[in-house]
């Protein structure tokens, strides 16, 4: 038997669940995409990982901040490094 959630126990559920604005005043659009599954494995590792597991669109969106972020840095290196 399932869990007996009232009306506003689902609807903040689902509000937590949902994606934070990524941006005020900037656009968002979704993207779709397919992947295999093996590519999802590593994602899912990382995702679980975290101190606060974050949804699998949110793990995705970060890990590619992370991934344009390091490609910065390496091409334009911080003075001393």
Known sequence: ?????GRSDVQTARRESMPPKLKENVKSVRVPFMVPETWLAPVE???RAQQKIPSRGEAI????EIGL???RNKRHPLKGD
């Open 61 to 64: 969106r970060r890990l590619v």
């Open 1 to 5: 038997m399932g869990v007996d959630m």
């Open 69 to 71: 972020e390091a490609e």
């Open 45 to 47: 590792e990382w995702r």
